[in-house]
């Protein structure tokens, strides 16, 4: 496996256009220092994925979240990333799980698509959670917003390992008629795919495995990390904000912790590096 990378792909002789992902490593990073549930954990790897894929079809400078936002157990799961394929994630519970599927564990909500570019204008777009799974949920996305016919294909191994891949196909916005036939004549193949190739074969093997009937030309790849961007700095730079008199309380306390939700790294302050952030002030 080619862990921790993007492949774009194009048929060169039908109209649509495709993306493998492969993550280990670095959702193994994100996920190392949490506790959460299994099937949480499994939520956050298709979550990474899906951010991955859906940052590979923009042509922008800037970063994405992808938010799913429930009345389920899972009241909050996001991903923040950037056009240079770097990620962290977060999830929020506000209940004992009382299953480990997609609605379960979400239950009725909405999945919100931020995006801001570093030039330009802030789009974001809310897709109502009428699926039974993220993928479903994606493909409406894309349906939505772009107009385009998109299949996707996400497995995990969370059990054994912290690995998670995925599969997308998408027409090209040219001749609708003619990228449809295409569109439907490769989704057939596409459907033969088994989690274990996905997770485990390099991106040209399991283009061959699938296409090897088509001319496929795959871009070279890139490189997908987890980046927190947490730092105690940061953390001092937050504390400046809040002002003298919380400052004290902390200070008459003897100390104050502070972890990232990111990756549960945590920061002390003593009572005197607090009282030299107040002096400051």
Request: aromatic share 8%.
């Amino acid at each position: 496996m080619n862990q921790d990378t993007l492949h774009r792909f194009l048929f060169q002789q039908k109209n649509v256009r495709g993306e493998l992902v492969q993550v280990a490593a670095s959702l193994d990073k994100m996920l190392q220092n949490h506790h959460y549930p299994l099937p949480v954990k499994q939520l956050l790897a298709e979550l990474v994925v899906a951010t991955s894929l859906i940052t590979a079809t923009l042509k922008f400078d800037g970063e994405i979240a992808v938010q799913l936002q429930g009345d389920g157990p899972v009241k909050f799961a996001a991903v923040n990333g950037d056009n240079n394929q770097n990620f962290r994630a977060v999830v929020r519970l506000q209940a004992e799980l009382s299953g480990d599927s997609f609605r379960q564990l979400i239950g009725e909500g909405v999945m919100i698509v931020t995006i801001t570019p570093r030039q330009g204008e802030r789009y974001q777009g809310i897709i109502p959670l009428t699926g039974d799974t993220l993928t479903s949920t994606l493909e409406g996305y894309f349906a939505q917003s772009e107009q385009l016919p998109t299949r996707l294909y996400i497995f995990t191994d969370i059990t054994t390992k912290n690995a998670a891949a995925g599969l997308m196909l998408q027409v090209l916005p040219v001749e609708a008629e003619k990228a449809a036939a295409d569109f439907a004549e490769l989704v057939v193949l596409a459907d033969t795919v088994t989690g274990s190739e996905l997770l485990t074969l390099p991106a040209e093997d399991m283009l061959y495995r699938l296409f090897h009937q088509e001319q496929v030309e795959l871009f070279p790849a890139q490189q997908v990390s987890f980046v927190c961007g947490c730092s105690r700095q940061k953390c001092e730079t937050a504390l400046f904000s809040i002002g003298k008199e919380a400052l004290a309380e902390h200070v008459a306390e003897g100390k104050l912790e502070m972890t990232c939700e990111y990756c549960n790294q945590l920061y002390l302050f003593s009572a005197e590096d607090l009282q030299q952030i107040s002096d400051q002030l």
